[in-house]
């Protein structure tokens, strides 16, 4: 591990401090299912992982005979609590790279939560928004983040990022960092940010690492959307499309601005 700079005691706090904050939000949403409707259902299942939510809501959609917003607030809620979740476990590992993100990300976590939940309100005199997804459907939909194969996945995961991460850095330098960064997020964006948390101030200087959680965070806002457009409706695939990659955009633009 010496040649990678790699801490096995950091590894497991990683491993420790995601389980338990998607644990958190996996119990929330298992004992407050049946009292809160598709918005709760959005915010807990962006804390637990919004990429899974914005699959489960959107394929929920297609069953539902409901209006579109009240399935496109949810999933950019969602996503507005991927900027919180992020920056927390940002924070909790390397606070000098969480401060440089903290204006942008904390900016578009509320303004997603908060325009998520203009999207989604009820007009007056319409019935109650349905229940949040049902039994069957959640228990396919999250998978107990405590279990050991969730737990062991995620930390090979995160050390083969980490190892993979600082030999691209050596080797193509920021550009390759960059062009990572975007692959990334793409797929499972948590294992590269927090390897990135282990490189500020190391192989990736903070500004650089910066920059490369927020390309992350934006590609996985794309994929995101591209997911609501190809499982859910065309009334909902494409405003959250189209509303997803505006906020990727605009977290480019605000950390070059602020």
Known sequence: FTAFEINPFTICLVVVAVSGISYLSYLLQRYWRREGGLFLAGLLGGAYSSTVTTVALARRAKQQARPPAAYVGPIVAATGMMYLRLWVLVALFAPVLARELAAVFWLLGIAAIGFGALLGRRPRGTAAPE???????????????????????????????????????????????????????????????????QQAAGAAPVALAALAVVIAAAANNLMKGVYAFAFGPRSVGVPTLLVLVGFAATSIVLFFVL
């Not at 737990?151 to 995961?157: K, R, S």
């Not at 080797?171 to 927090?194: H, K, N, Q, S, Y």
């Open 131 to 197: 229940q949040a997804p049902a039994d069957g459907e959640r228990r396919r939909a999250t998978v107990n983040p405590l279990e050991l194969s969730s737990a062991l996945t995620f930390a090979g995961l995160f050390l083969i990022v980490l190892v993979v991460t600082r030999l691209v850095a050596g080797r193509f330098g920021g550009a390759g960092l960059l062009v990572m960064a975007a692959i990334m997020g793409t797929t499972d964006v948590d294992p590269f940010i927090l390897g990135l948390t």
